[in-house]
């Protein structure tokens, strides 16, 4: 059974500061491994990973991937509140057309 | 630019009454799909479909329904709503013609079973 699993759970740090939230999954034949970002109503997509290695980068947000040992990190640095969101991970399978979720970090940015 | 719309916003049931979820998109994308999502555990697939005229379980898909006989339109429905069904309703959507599988989400329909 797919399974993906984020942690920390929850994050509390203080402006400025720079997080680091992790993904790690198990799927049996992997296609991607996407991020997004949910505040008060949907989720908003972030990045997309499909190879090893290659950072993805928005601004303060960065993504990578490794398929070797199966996770994958997304850093924010100098947060802000505007950051405080649940952020979510999600892994698609080859062929398998869905998404399976993490249960997502809630991260809590304090002024 | 309407995107993915979910109807209603919010919604209180009792316990046994049944009721639909609207989830349309304007963006002829074949593949949509819902979700629940509870405190502590993401969100959970439901029901998902690739193309009109086809849909399929996905992890929690007990006590409700689906039909896609558009490509817009995906409700869902529950028979007979129990509280285990409290819960945010998130309906999505994608285009699998691109290989872009960047998920479209609604903005969400709080039920409560009461």
């Known amino acids: 059974e797919d399974k993906v699993v984020q942690s920390p759970l929850s994050l509390v740090v203080h402006e400025g500061d720079t997080v680091t939230l992790n993904c790690s999954y198990e799927v049996t034949n992997f296609r991607s491994l996407l991020w997004y970002k949910q505040e008060k109503k949907a989720p908003t997509f972030l990045f997309m990973l499909?190879?090893?290695?290659i950072e993805k980068k928005s601004g303060r947000l960065s993504s990578i991937l490794d398929k070797k040992e199966l996770f994958s990190i997304l850093n924010i640095t100098a947060t802000q509140t505007g950051d405080s969101a649940i952020y979510l991970c999600a892994v698609e399978e080859q062929g398998a057309q869905k998404l399976v979720f993490g249960q997502g970090t809630r991260l809590t940015i304090n002024p | 630019n309407a995107g993915v719309t979910q109807t209603p916003k919010f919604q209180v049931l009792k316990t046994g009454q049944s009721m639909t979820l609207q989830c349309a998109q304007d963006m002829n994308h074949e593949y949509m799909s819902w979700y629940r999502q509870d405190p502590g555990m993401g969100l959970r697939l439901i029901h998902y479909?690739?193309?009109?005229?086809?849909?399929d379980q996905g992890e929690v898909p007990n006590g409700y329904n689906v039909s896609r006989s558009t490509t817009e339109d995906f409700p869902l429905r529950l028979l007979s709503a129990a509280p285990s069904q409290t819960s945010v309703y998130f309906c999505?959507?994608?285009?699998?013609?691109?290989?872009?599988?960047?998920?479209?989400f609604g903005q969400g329909t709080r039920l409560t079973v009461v």
């Open positions: 999505a959507s994608s285009s699998q013609a691109i290989r872009n599988t960047e998920a479209f």
């Open positions: 479909s690739v193309g009109a005229g086809i849909t």
């Open positions: 499909t190879s090893s290695g």
